[in-house]
């Protein structure tokens, strides 16, 4: 069983409100991931870190941001959420790089109202 | 370019008979890899299979197996003895390796297949 945790699972937040999810994991993982999926529809990832200090975007543009400056917690952040942000968030990680299979938490869902 | 293609956006099986799920997938990297994962209504991915580009077997692990036929770049997932449990939604995910760089682990997913079992 993953040891990568989300929260929080489920956040309903008025539009403007900044809001952080929060993603760690114990498994020591270099290599970490942030998908957004939309109900019944499939994931994008949108940034994606290789390690402490590193930060990419992934291919879904995206208007949060994201920080690495522990291997264990990559936490995402949108300063002024909208209800285009509704959506669900789900972090990942991953031992070997190019082999190997993504550890998913258990997802964020955000509504913003 | 959709680089995985689910084609199903719905199955349904009876409980105790074996369904195949398809995926297609567009790649011209000679390195990849291919993995089906499992999402119940409650969100979380569970990992079930994996299939490199160059291994000469299909994978199998318990009730799934994979049919890769790499000439028609298709990775479909079997399920043998459909049980309850299995109703979920299904996603193909594919790994490119770029020949001297690295994917850096990314997967990039399919649309998905709904499986719902009957009784």
């Known amino acids: 069983e993953a040891d990568i945790y989300q929260t929080p699972r489920y956040l309903v937040i008025g539009t403007g409100k900044k809001i952080t999810l929060e993603c760690s994991q114990t498994?020591?993982?270099?290599?970490m991931y942030w998908y957004q999926q939309d109900p019944g529809m499939e994931l994008h990832l949108i940034h994606y870190?290789?390690?402490?200090?590193?930060?990419e975007k992934g291919d879904l543009s995206s208007e949060s941001t994201v920080s690495r400056i522990r291997t264990e917690h990559f936490p995402l952040t949108l300063e002024s959420a909208r209800p285009s942000h509704t959506s669900q968030y789900l972090c990942?990680?991953?031992?070997?790089?190019?082999?190997?299979?993504?550890?998913f938490g258990e997802g964020s869902r955000l509504t913003v109202l | 370019a959709q680089k995985i293609t689910q084609t199903q956006p719905g199955m349904f099986v009876q409980e105790k008979e074996a369904v195949t799920l398809d995926c297609t997938y567009d790649?011209?990297?000679?390195?990849?890899?291919l993995f089906w994962y499992k999402q119940p209504s409650s969100g979380e991915m569970i990992f079930l299979i994996y299939?490199?580009?160059?291994?000469?077997q299909n994978a199998t692990e318990g009730r799934y197996s994979l049919n890769f036929q790499k000439a028609r770049k298709s990775a479909n997932l079997v399920i043998s003895a459909s049980q309850l449990g299995d109703s979920a939604m299904y996603f193909c995910?594919?790994?490119?390796?770029?020949?001297?760089?690295?994917?850096?682990?990314?997967?990039?997913f399919g649309q998905g297949t709904i499986l719902t079992v009957h009784p």
């Open positions: 299939q490199g580009s160059y291994d000469q």
């Open positions: 990942a990680s991953s031992e070997f790089g190019d082999y190997g299979e993504l550890f």
């Open positions: 995910a594919m790994r490119e390796i770029t020949a001297g760089g690295t994917s850096y682990g990314k997967l990039t």
């Open positions: 870190s290789y390690g402490v200090n590193s930060t």
């Open positions: 790649t011209s990297d000679p390195s990849y890899g």
């Open positions: 498994m020591g993982h270099d290599k």
